[in-house]
C-alpha cells in the first residue's frame, strides 16, 4: 500500500536517555557530551530520585564524547565534593584540575558503566571518574580514546585542524 506523509526537518536534541529497569535499578544512556547533555542529566537524575533508583547504570556505549564543560557538570552532580574528575597535563608540566563543588550529590548504592570500543573522550573521562571517585564498575571491551585534549581550528574555507592542546589524567592521576 502506498502511503504519502507531510515531514518536517528537526533537529534531534536529546542525548541523554533514561529506563527504570527494576523497582531500585535505571540504565541512562548517554549518546554525547553536547551543550544540553548536562541539563538532560540532570533532568533524569531528578526523576530518579522521585523513582526511589538506587543503583543506576551508566551506558556510554559508543559515546564518542563531545564537550568537557558538559563532563565537569555531570561530574558534579555525582562525585562528592573535592572529587577530581579530570586532570589536564599540559606539555609545560602544568596540571589544570577540575574538581567536585557539590555538597550533595546523588547518591547510588551500586553504579556499573558500559562501554565499548566507541567509547572515547569526554564518555572515558566520565568512566574514570566514576570508577575511581565512586568505585563504580566498569563492563565492556577496551575504549577508543587516546587519552588527549583536542581543540577545533576552523580554516577560512570551513575546513578545520585539530590539534591537541593536553593528556587528560584520571581521579587518580592515572593516563
Given at each position: ?5 507531510k515531514m518536517?526537518?528537526?533537529m ?11 523497582e531500585?535499578?535505571?540504565?541512562l544512556t548517554?549518546?554525547s557530551f553536547?551543550d544540553?547533555t548536562a ?5 533524569q537524575l531528578?526523576?530518579?530520585e522521585?523513582l526511589?533508583?538506587?543503583n ?5 556505549r559508543?559515546?564518542?564524547g563531545?564537550y ?6 555531570i561530574?558534579?552532580?555525582?562525585l562528592?565534593k573535592g572529587t577530581?574528575?579530570i586532570?589536564?597535563?599540559y606539555?609545560?608540566g602544568?596540571?589544570?584540575?577540575d574538581?567536585s563543588?557539590?555538597?550533595d ?7 556499573a558503566?558500559l ?5 572515547a573522550s569526554?564518555?572515558?573521562v ?14 565492556g571491551t ?6 588527549t ?6 580554516m577560512?574555507d570551513?575546513?578545520?585542524?585539530r590539534?591537541t592542546?593536553?593528556?587528560?589524567l584520571t ?5
Amino acid at each position: 500500500e502506498e502511503l504519502t506523509l507531510k515531514m518536517t526537518r528537526a533537529m534531534v536534541q536529546a542525548t541523554v536517555y533514561m529506563k527504570q529497569i527494576d523497582e531500585k535499578t535505571a540504565v541512562l544512556t548517554i549518546s554525547s557530551f553536547a551543550d544540553s547533555t548536562a541539563s538532560e542529566v540532570a533532568t533524569q537524575l531528578v526523576k530518579m530520585e522521585i523513582l526511589g533508583i538506587e543503583n543506576l547504570i551508566v551506558d556510554l556505549r559508543d559515546d564518542t564524547g563531545g564537550y568537557l564543560s558538559s563532563l565537569v557538570s555531570i561530574g558534579n552532580y555525582l562525585l562528592p565534593k573535592g572529587t577530581v574528575i579530570i586532570q589536564k597535563s599540559y606539555r609545560d608540566g602544568k596540571i589544570d584540575k577540575d574538581v567536585s563543588a557539590n555538597k550533595d550529590p546523588y547518591a547510588f548504592s551500586k553504579i556499573a558503566v558500559l562501554v565499548n570500543g566507541n567509547t572515547a573522550s569526554a564518555a572515558e573521562v566520565l568512566t574514570a571518574a566514576l570508577q575511581e571517585g565512586l568505585d563504580a564498575t566498569v563492563i565492556g571491551t577496551t575504549t577508543y580514546g587516546k587519552g588527549t585534549m583536542q581543540v577545533p581550528l576552523v580554516m577560512g574555507d570551513g575546513s578545520i585542524l585539530r590539534y591537541t592542546t593536553a593528556e587528560w589524567l584520571t581521579t587518580n592521576g592515572n593516563t
